[in-house]
């Protein structure tokens, strides 16, 4: 287990990076605001303190910014980890990426990807784990006439309900509107966030203001089958975004038990796969 003592990033390319006391690692991206985030295996570029102590020692002066590094952690050499290696900090899941440096400096530390995003402190603690990522899931009640307050959610009750029966974490729910450029962008928050499963309730019927099943890109077709051999006439959608399995579901109480109660069981293997937590 180390500490973290430093963490870096740089808002223009070309720049030296500075160092802020908190920072968001957002899924299959690196970290919020660095201009050398979304390489697929470079996102995260780590170094350990006693690794910046072996490149001074050859002769390089500075610290984990100006060697072009993102985090700093004592406790660690990152270049004696194998690829596949996991480590967590906080909410936080990494994995190291197998990194052909060239110059020293470039072979010192090690490189990682983002598995499950989350805030990071300077201070946090730093482990080598093998456990899975926690499951966890947001919910979505899409409705104008909730949206605009008045009404208690009880399809989003249900389902937080369900899922805590399954073993989930609630990691937040809440209540938006049929607009399309809304539901876009939580959704779009939930996967940089890396949670297992956002369900959704609403917004999957025949009418012009039902618009979910249209934000719901690279499609399972598995899930949403199973949940139209119960009704014919739904427009319900599953899909992924990032390592996020994305369901939609319809807009009653009574339908979203029936449906959730029907696939629930089956969505943890879609989020092991997801997350390469199956142990394969």
Same mark, same amino acid.
């Given at each position: 287990?180390?500490?973290?003592?430093? %963490?870096? @990033?740089?808002?223009? $390319? =070309?720049?030296?990076?500075?160092?802020?006391?908190?920072? #968001?690692?957002?899924?299959? /991206? &690196?970290?919020?605001?660095?201009?050398?985030?979304?390489?697929?295996?470079?996102?995260?570029?780590?170094?350990?303190?006693?690794?910046?102590?072996?490149?001074?020692?050859?002769?390089?002066?500075?610290?984990?910014?100006?060697?072009?590094?993102?985090?700093?952690?004592?406790?660690?050499?990152?270049?004696?980890?194998?690829?596949?290696?996991?480590?967590?900090?906080?909410?936080?899941? %990494?994995? @190291?990426?197998?990194? $052909? =440096?060239?110059?020293?400096?470039?072979?010192?530390?090690? #490189?990682?990807?983002?598995? /499950? &995003?989350?805030?990071?402190?300077?201070?946090?603690?730093?482990?080598?784990?093998?456990?899975?990522?926690?499951?966890?899931?947001?919910?979505?009640?899409?409705?104008?006439?909730?949206?605009?307050?008045?009404?208690?959610?009880?399809?989003?009750?249900?389902?937080?309900?369900?899922?805590?029966?399954?073993?989930?974490?609630?990691?937040?729910?809440?209540?938006?509107?049929?607009?399309?450029?809304? @539901?876009?962008?939580?959704?779009?928050?939930?996967?940089?966030?890396?949670?297992?499963?956002?369900?959704?309730?609403?917004?999957?019927?025949?009418?012009?203001?039902?618009?979910?099943?249209?934000?719901?890109?690279?499609?399972?077709?598995?899930?949403?089958?199973?949940?139209?051999?119960?009704?014919?006439?739904?427009?319900?959608?599953?899909?992924?975004?990032?390592?996020?399995?994305?369901?939609?579901?319809?807009?009653?109480?009574?339908?979203?038990?029936?449906?959730?109660?029907?696939?629930?069981?089956?969505?943890?293997?879609?989020?092991?796969?997801?997350?390469?937590?199956?142990?394969?």
């Amino acid at each position: 287990m180390g500490v973290i003592r430093a %963490l870096c @990033i740089s808002g223009k $390319d =070309g720049t030296q990076k500075y160092t802020p006391v908190r920072v #968001f690692f957002v899924t299959e /991206h &690196g970290i919020d605001g660095d201009a050398y985030a979304g390489d697929p295996h470079r996102q995260v570029h780590l170094l350990g303190s006693g690794e910046i102590d072996d490149i001074c020692a050859r002769g390089t002066e500075g610290d984990g910014g100006a060697f072009g590094w993102n985090l700093v952690a004592e406790g660690f050499r990152f270049q004696e980890l194998p690829p596949g290696t996991r480590l967590r900090v906080g909410q936080v899941f %990494l994995e @190291i990426m197998q990194i $052909d =440096g060239g110059s020293a400096v470039a072979r010192a530390g090690g #490189f990682a990807r983002v598995l /499950h &995003g989350g805030w990071v402190t300077v201070g946090d603690e730093l482990e080598i784990t093998t456990e899975r990522i926690p499951l966890d899931a947001a919910v979505l009640t899409e409705s104008d006439q909730e949206g605009r307050g008045g009404y208690e959610d009880e399809k989003g009750a249900a389902i937080r309900e369900l899922l805590a029966e399954e073993g989930y974490t609630v990691a937040g729910h809440g209540v938006l509107p049929d607009a399309r450029e809304e @539901i876009m962008r939580e959704i779009s928050l939930w996967a940089d966030r890396g949670v297992g499963l956002v369900l959704t309730t609403g917004g999957t019927g025949g009418s012009a203001r039902d618009v979910t099943a249209e934000e719901t890109a690279c499609e399972v077709p598995g899930v949403s089958e199973a949940m139209r051999a119960l009704s014919m006439s739904t427009r319900a959608a599953a899909g992924i975004k990032k390592r996020t399995l994305i369901v939609n579901l319809p807009g009653s109480e009574e339908k979203v038990r029936e449906r959730l109660g029907f696939i629930l069981p089956e969505l943890r293997r879609c989020i092991d796969i997801l997350r390469d937590d199956t142990g394969e």
